[in-house]
Every structure is written in structure tokens, then in C-alpha cells.
């Protein structure tokens, strides 16, 4: 059974930093994409950062500068490290491991918000005040 558990979320003022990390479990693909999305109160869900299992990385625009993703594949942790918090970074972030039925890209993995199928942990709220 898979099963992806977020941590490190919490407050933050306008400028500071969040780590937040995803203990994997379960997941045994050897070529994935995993990555971490977020969704604010009321908006869609959307992709932030993914990385692929050759340590290859994609962010969304609003990330790129101030987020960066890794993995301690020994671990089996995927991290996400956010500096210079902004408000509009307010959101429930999750992680995702690309399904048993997907052969995703990056770009396809970020913009399509993980495919259909994939794995989902159950989110970490950030919330960034002015």
C-alpha cells in the first residue's frame, strides 16, 4: 500500500521560510515523477514543483527563485524548501507519486496536477500573513 505523509507545515510572516517534508512509503517504481502541488480556499489545485527519479526538476513559475524540491531517495523523503514566503503562497500543499498508469513527463506531471491515478497524501496547510 502506498501511502505519502506531509509534515512541516504551519504560520509564517510575508518574507520568511517553510520546509516542508513528504515520507513515502510503499512506492516501489524505480522511473517515477513525484512532486508537490498546492490548493488555495477555493481555487483549484496546482502544481508547484515535481522532480522525476534521475533528479531532474521542474517548478511552476510562481516557485521558481524561491522554492527548490529534492528527495533523499534513501529516506524515501521528498522535501520542499520555500524562502521568501508570500501571501498568495497561503494554500494546503500536498505531494504526489505518479500512478501506477502513468508515464508522465515533468511538464505533463506539473501541468496536468499529477494525472489521473496518482498517489496523494492527505496535505499540510501553509498560511503566510502580510
Known amino acids: 500500500q502506498v501511502q505519502l505523509v506531509e509534515s512541516g507545515g504551519g504560520a509564517v510572516q510575508a518574507g520568511g521560510s517553510l520546509s516542508l517534508a513528504c515520507t513515502v512509503s510503499g512506492y516501489t517504481d524505480k522511473t517515477y515523477c513525484m512532486g508537490w502541488f498546492r490548493q488555495p480556499a477555493g481555487k483549484e489545485r496546482e502544481g508547484v514543483a515535481v522532480?522525476?527519479?534521475?533528479?531532474?526538476?521542474k517548478y511552476a513559475d510562481s516557485a521558481k527563485g524561491r522554492f527548490t524540491i529534492s528527495e533523499d531517495k534513501e529516506k524515501k523523503i521528498l522535501y520542499l524548501e520555500m524562502n521568501n514566503l508570500k501571501p498568495e503562497d497561503t494554500a494546503t500543499y500536498y505531494c504526489?507519486?505518479?500512478?501506477?498508469?502513468?508515464?508522465?513527463?515533468?511538464?505533463?506531471?506539473?501541468?496536468?496536477?499529477?494525472?489521473?491515478?496518482?498517489?496523494w497524501g492527505q496535505g499540510t496547510q501553509v498560511t503566510v500573513s502580510s
Open positions: 504526489a507519486a505518479e500512478g501506477p498508469g502513468t508515464i508522465a513527463t515533468l511538464t505533463f506531471f506539473l501541468q496536468h496536477v499529477a494525472g489521473t491515478d496518482a498517489y
Open positions: 522532480i522525476d527519479s534521475a533528479g531532474n526538476t
